[in-house]
Nanobody, 127 residues
Framework: QVQLVESGGGSVHTGGSLTLSCAAS????????MGWFRQAPGKEREGVAT???????TYAASVKGRFTISQGNAKNTVYLQMNSLKPEDTAMYYC?????????????????????WGQGTLVTVSS
């Protein structure tokens, strides 16, 4: 059974930086897409960034140029480096994993079809 454990959330001021981590265990397949969603209070879930087994990445327009998604050497850990944080980045951040050759449908995949979700980590950005 795949499990994801997140860490790294916290509180920063506008312009600050945080790095989120998502460690996966129990993966028995080689082609995966891992990524991050976020959800702010009263708002819809929003896809943030993805990375596939080849290291190809995608970003939401709202974070492009400020956030960087990367993999650890063993590819079972994904990081989200968040720079130039804004108050509108405040949300609960969740990582998710999908058994897929690419991340083309990651943002639109129904939540129950992912192989696993992290527990969520809160990011708060104050002005």
């Amino acid at each position: 059974q795949v499990q994801l454990v997140e860490s790294g959330g916290g509180s920063v001021h506008t312009g600050g930086s945080l790095t989120l981590s998502c460690a996966a265990s129990g993966i028995t397949y080689s082609n995966v897409c891992m990524g991050w969603f976020r959800q702010a209070p009263g708002k819809e879930r929003e896809g943030v960034a993805t990375i596939d087994s080849d290291g190809d990445t995608t970003y939401a327009a709202s974070v492009k140029g400020r956030f960087t998604i990367s993999q650890g050497n063993a590819k079972n850990t994904v990081y989200l480096q968040m720079n130039s944080l804004k108050p509108e980045d405040t949300a609960m951040y969740y990582c998710a994993i999908d058994r897929a050759y690419s991340c083309g449908y990651f943002y639109t995949t129904p939540p129950n079809l992912f192989d696993a979700w992290g527990q969520g980590t809160l990011v708060t950005v104050s002005s």
